[in-house]
C-alpha cells in the first residue's frame, strides 16, 4: 500500500485529482471507476476546473459507478446517478453514453448486478477505481460480513450506513435499506485502486483497513493485497495510524 498523508483535506484532494488527471492524461480512453460521497466532492469539483480550463478531456472516458441505492428512481434528488450529473458529469465531457450507474428501479436487481460485472468484463476491467472510505470500513456498499462477496450484489446496508448517509437525505425522508454495489472482484481487479479518506470519523476505519488483519468484518482491509493500491489521507484521518 502506497500510503500519501496530507496535512488538509485541501491537499489530499488535489493530490488525489492529479492522480485522476493523469491517468486520463496518459490513457484517455481510461475506464474510470467512480464513487459517491462527500470525500470526492472537492475531487470532483477540481476535475471540471481542470477540464473548463483545457487541461482535461473526457470525450474518450468510460466510467462505471461503484454502487446505488435499491428503489430510488434515477432522478430522485438523493439517487447517486443524480449525485454524480450534478457534481461531475455536468461538468465534464464524458459522452452520456460511455456512463453506467447501476439501475436502482430494475425490476431484477440480481440481473443488474450480474449484467454490470459482465460489461465491466467485457471492457477489460476498470483502470483506477475512486473509493471512498465508510466509517464501518465499507467500501462502495461492501459492508462488514463473515466473508467477502467477489461479485456485484444487492445488500442490506447497516443501521451504522443507514444513519451516516441519513445526512444526504430530507428530515423526515425514508433512507433505502437496500442498495447494488459492485463487488470486491472488480475493484480488486482495477489495475489502480485510489482510496481516499479524510476527517477524525475515518480513523480508526483507516487504522484497521491499513494495520488490522485481512477481515470482511474490515471490508477495506482485502485492499491489502491489492498490488497497486494508493491510499491518500488527510493528518485527522491517518491520525490513529501507529507511529503518528
Ligand atoms: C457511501 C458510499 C461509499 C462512500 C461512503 C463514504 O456509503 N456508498 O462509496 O465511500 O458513503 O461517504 P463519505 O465520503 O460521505 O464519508
Redesign the pocket.
Known amino acids: 500500500m502506497n500510503i500519501c498523508i496530507y496535512s488538509s483535506v485541501e491537499q489530499a484532494a488535489s493530490a488525489a485529482t492529479l492522480l485522476i488527471a493523469a491517468q486520463v492524461i496518459k490513457k484517455p480512453q481510461s475506464v474510470l471507476g467512480l464513487?459517491?460521497?462527500?470525500?470526492?466532492l472537492p475531487i470532483y469539483r477540481e476535475l471540471i476546473q481542470m477540464h473548463k480550463g483545457g487541461l482535461l478531456d473526457f470525450s474518450k472516458v468510460v466510467t462505471y459507478n461503484?454502487?446505488e441505492y435499491k428503489g430510488l428512481a434515477p432522478d430522485h434528488p438523493c439517487s447517486y446517478k443524480r449525485f454524480m450529473r450534478e457534481n461531475l458529469f455536468c461538468g465534464i465531457n464524458v459522452p452520456q453514453g460511455s456512463i453506467h450507474i447501476p439501475n436502482g428501479l430494475a425490476s431484477d436487481a440480481d440481473n443488474e448486478c450480474l449484467a454490470y460485472d459482465a460489461a465491466i468484463a467485457r471492457i477489460g476491467g476498470l483502470d483506477l477505481q475512486l473509493?471512498?472510505?465508510?466509517?464501518n470500513a465499507?467500501?462502495?456498499?461492501n459492508e462488514p460480513a463473515a466473508q467477502f462477496t467477489a461479485h456485484s450484489h444487492v445488500v442490506q446496508l447497516t443501521d451504522r450506513?443507514i444513519s451516516?448517509?441519513r445526512r444526504f437525505f430530507g428530515e423526515g425522508e425514508p433512507v433505502p435499506t437496500h442498495a447494488l454495489t459492485l463487488g470486491i472482484q472488480p475493484i480488486m481487479q482495477a489495475k489502480h485502486v485510489l482510496l481516499v479518506a479524510t476527517g477524525s470519523g475515518?480513523a480508526d476505519a483507516v487504522r484497521s483497513m491499513i494495520e488490522g488483519d485481512v477481515d470482511p468484518m474490515v471490508p477495506a482491509s482485502i485492499l491489502q493485497m491489492h498490488p497497486c493500491v494508493t491510499i491518500v489521507l488527510d493528518a485527522d484521518a491517518a491520525s490513529k495510524l501507529s507511529g503518528r
Open positions: 464513487a459517491t460521497g462527500s470525500t470526492p461503484l454502487d473509493l471512498g472510505l465508510g466509517a465499507h467500501i462502495g456498499f450506513t451516516d448517509n475515518k
